[in-house]
């Protein structure tokens, strides 16, 4: 049934996604990032975290938003683990730095213990990249953290 319902509503639900979805506009897009860079440099801003890179030689793969799951029916990342983690070997093997923009698990659905029990291989993956190449941040999910005791500590137990 559910092989089914998939194959029916699979074109219609991305017809409305492509139709109805937002997409910022180009100046929109560089007059946040332009705000973001201008605040970046004052003093009192000691969150944002600026990497000094080059665009010509800079080897950088940025992912957002996998919605790592616990392993059952709402875990939207299951399909993915596979290709994530290969993907992540091949950059960490070509020396890319990693940055994880945040919401990559989620933790106001799941604790972090359930998460990490079924994606251990894709933190692993991502550990690969310690010390000095990777960068996750935990802004989007910053109180979903706060509430999972620990939830800071699991992480850095892996790197």
Not at 47 to 53: A, R, S
Request: net charge positive.
């Amino acid at each position: 049934m559910r092989k089914l319902l998939q194959w029916l509503l699979t074109k219609p639900i991305m017809w409305l996604n492509n139709t109805m979805a937002s997409a910022p506009g180009r100046e929109a897009v560089f007059e946040s990032l332009s705000l973001l860079h201008k605040n970046s440099r004052d003093e009192k801003n000691k969150q944002v975290l600026v990497l000094p890179v080059s665009l010509e030689s800079a080897k950088i793969i940025i992912f957002s938003d996998q919605h790592k799951g616990n392993g059952t029916w709402a875990d939207d990342f299951k399909a993915c683990s596979r290709n994530y983690c290969a993907a992540l070997n091949h950059y960490n093997s070509q020396g890319y730095t990693l940055i994880n923009m945040g919401d990559s698990e989620e933790l106001w659905k799941f604790k972090i213990n359930d998460i990490m029990k079924v994606h251990h291989e894709t933190f692993i993956a991502e550990a690969a990249f310690h010390p000095n190449t990777i960068h996750k941040n935990f802004w989007q999910s910053r109180h979903h953290l706060e509430k999972q005791n620990g939830c800071i500590n699991a992480f850095q137990s892996i790197l």
